[in-house]
């Protein structure tokens, strides 16, 4: 086998700590970085790894020490658009963060308005292609992910065999959120000179959407779970694209994300108050104090600690922040509940009618319930650090790091048995065996049921000390992944 390290280039539309709007921006952050840092038996590297993002004006021009490498153009239908490559580094990886008009004519990372974004992210896909030409580094692996890098993909596809430089470059396409097809891609697309599919698998409605595109020009498609790789085979997870997926199906492998675990540790983590250890776990509760405190939450009620739930999350659908939201509602009016003691602490933001809903909530019960309705990384460490439980209630959920995050603290998560959170949250029922409460569907009913089960473990001390403690070492990290993808690149290479 060959001792030369396998080129990827891994495209992304966020990576921490650049610019981190969900868990794509972890996973771009930390994947490539452990990947890096594979070594075969004679410790010599196996990946010559290059993350490529583009240069978001949220991204801090004084805090890196950048390097312009390159200036070129991207063919378009008006005429070339200028662009440019700045090199940086992280944790010894190279990094470009890409820039030019598409890129930073826009005030954030994702916005509402679908053409432009997809303007800008098929301009940043094919910028990367010229980028690696101009470097002259052909890579092994283009590795892209989701919608927004897909259209480098089906560049690939329809031209590398006519294209020298990339005639060896093999294609892996990341899912991370499937629904998100990349609409309003169709006249971008054009404009960038790539046509519409004429595939018959595909249907028609989505033969000219980066999102379809990149799923039948890629050579291997890699969804975040092993779940959710059999999910999107099936009407409810399929997003119409079902059908045709089932026609990749032999080249569809789910791997599971890991989380960064230098940068989630309980041990070292600077913006916990008391940093524990699985040893000295004891040491968490004043982590908690300290967020009640913060919040204005009371610490105890008639001398018993209360139970101290949270979310984490984007607001948005797919999280079921309104399953929540019921669910906790039910708990309040309900005779059989409502005389047990909990508070929650819901951080998040997004949809301006769930963040709606969250504060009407809060206002209504504001002995229950603080609506933190921002992004707030360092409030989110000290939630995790804190709080009893975390609620993931999501209609569908590709991987989810959170609750792998909030394990690894001993927040005990409490979630739909869906995608990752099913590979991820063992729950035997009745036995003392889990590290989570797991329910089988995104209601109300099914959620107040989880609810009544951990409120329950929780009035048990130890037992519920005994879920927390084997949440914490479960092991998450990106070394297992790692090895994973890097199995799949020498499968695509040989
Ligand atoms: P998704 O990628 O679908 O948004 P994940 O669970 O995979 O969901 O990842 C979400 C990541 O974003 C986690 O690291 C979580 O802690 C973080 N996060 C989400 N909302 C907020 C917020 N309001 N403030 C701080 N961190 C947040």
């Known amino acids: 086998m060959s001792k030369t390290p396998t080129r990827v280039f891994f495209l992304a539309s966020e990576a ?32 010559d790894i290059r ?8 991204i801090s021009q004084t805090r890196y020490s950048l390097k312009k490498v390159a200036s070129f153009s991207v063919p378009h239908a008006s005429g070339p658009l200028a662009a440019e490559a ?24 994702y916005s509402s308005d679908w ?25 092994d692996i283009l590795h892209a992910n989701d919608w927004h890098t897909a259209a480098a993909v089906y560049q690939l596809y329809l031209n590398r065999g006519a294209d020298p430089f990339f005639a060896k470059t093999a294609t892996i396409l990341g899912i991370h959120n499937l629904p998100y097809l990349g609409t309003a891609g169709s006249i971008p697309l054009g404009a960038f000179g790539l046509p519409p599919a004429a595939d018959p698998r595909l249907p028609d409605w989505a033969r000219h959407l980066p999102l379809p595109l ?37 080249t569809i492998t789910g791997i599971l994300n890991g989380i960064d675990l230098e940068q989630w540790n309980p041990v070292s983590d600077l913006y916990l108050p008391t940093n524990f250890t699985l040893g000295e776990f004891e040491l968490r509760k004043a982590n908690k104090i300290a967020l009640q405190h913060e919040l204005g939450l009371a610490v ?40 047990i003691p909990w508070q929650a602490i819901i951080l998040g933001t997004g949809l301006p009618e769930l963040e709606e809903a969250t504060r009407d909530f809060e206002l209504r019960h504001p002995d229950r319930l603080r609506a933190v309705l921002r992004f707030d990384a360092p409030l989110s460490h000290r939630i995790y650090g804190g709080a009893d439980a975390l609620l993931m209630p ?13 394990m690894r603290y001993g927040c005990v998560p409490v979630a739909c048995a869906t995608g990752g959170l099913r590979d991820t949250i063992i729950d035997p029922g009745d036995e003392a065996a889990g ?45 297992k992944s790692a090895h994973q993808y890097f199995e799949l690149y020498r499968s695509l290479l040989n």
């Open 86 to 109: 700045y090199l940086t580094s992280l944790g010894g990886m190279p990094v470009y963060l890409i820039a030019g008009a598409p890129i930073t004519s826009a005030n954030s990372v």
């Open 115 to 139: 053409g432009f974004d997809a303007h800008k992210y098929i301009f940043f896909s094919l910028a990367c292609l010229e980028l690696a030409r101009h470097l002259n580094w052909a890579p």
């Open 435 to 479: 590290t989570g409460f797991l329910f089988s569907l995104p209601s109300q009913e099914s959620m107040v049921n989880a609810l009544r089960r951990t409120l329950q473990a929780y009035s048990s001390p130890e037992r519920w000390q005994a879920i927390q403690l084997r949440g914490m070492q479960q092991d998450y990290s990106w070394e």
């Open 214 to 250: 990149g799923l039948l020009g890629a050579d291997q498609l890699v969804p975040v779970s092993p779940t959710y790789a059999d999910e999107i085979l099936t009407p409810e997870f399929g997003s119409g694209l079902e059908g045709f997926l089932l026609t990749r199906k032999e």
């Open 300 to 339: 105890n009620h008639q001398g018993l600690p209360i139970p101290l739930l949270a979310m984490i999350t984007r607001m948005d659908y797919q999280k079921g922040v309104d399953i929540a939201l019921a669910g906790l509602e039910q708990l309040v009016r309900d005779s059989r509940t409502n005389k």
């Open 51 to 58: 993350l490529a993002i583009p240069f978001h004006n949220s």
């Open 394 to 406: 999501s209609r569908y959920e590709p991987c989810g790091l959170a609750q792998m995050i909030a």
């Open 16 to 47: 921490d700590p650049f610019v981190k709007v969900g868990g794509l921006g972890d996973v771009a952050g930390s994947l490539p970085r452990a990947l890096n840092r594979l070594v075969d038996d004679n410790s010599l590297k196996q990946v």
